[in-house]
Nanobody, 126 residues
Framework: QVQLVESGGGLVQAGGSLRLSCTAS????????VAWFRQAPGKGREFVAA????????DYADSVKGRFTISRDNAKNTVYLQMNSLEPEDTAVYCC???????????????????WGQGTQVTVSS
């Protein structure tokens, strides 16, 4: 059974930083791209960042480019999202997703990922 567990969310003031983690089990994690998505209250789920299987390629939404960094440690079955210079607009539930198809370049589309975590809340106060 594939499981993704996110952690690291919390309450932070604007300008602060958080590091989210997404730890996977039940699949050969190093085969697959991983993406982070977020959903703010009253809004749809939006793409944040993605990383390919090796960590050699990453992609970011324009709204987070230059502030967020995605990375992975395949030995730990974990992907990280370092979030700096946080803004109130970043407030959302952040979810990671992966598998089951292999991509050399991680896609942005939600329909490309079958396995999802429950999410972790990030709240940025002004």
């Amino acid at each position: 059974q594939v499981q993704l567990v996110e952690s690291g969310g919390g309450l932070v003031q604007a300008g602060g930083s958080l590091r989210l983690s997404c730890t996977a089990s039940g699949l050969t994690f190093s085969y697959y791209a991983v993406a982070w998505f977020r959903q703010a209250p009253g809004k749809g789920r939006e793409f944040v960042a993605a990383i390919n299987w090796s960590g050699g390629s990453s992609d970011y939404a324009d709204s987070v480019k230059g502030r967020f960094t995605i990375s992975r440690d395949n030995a730990k079955n974990t992907v990280y999202l370092q979030m700096n210079s946080l803004e109130p607009e970043d407030t959302a539930v952040y979810c990671c997703a992966t598998g089951p198809r292999q991509f050399s370049i991680a896609p942005r589309g939600r329909d490309q990922y079958d396995y999802w975590g429950q999410g972790t809340q990030v709240t940025v106060s002004s």
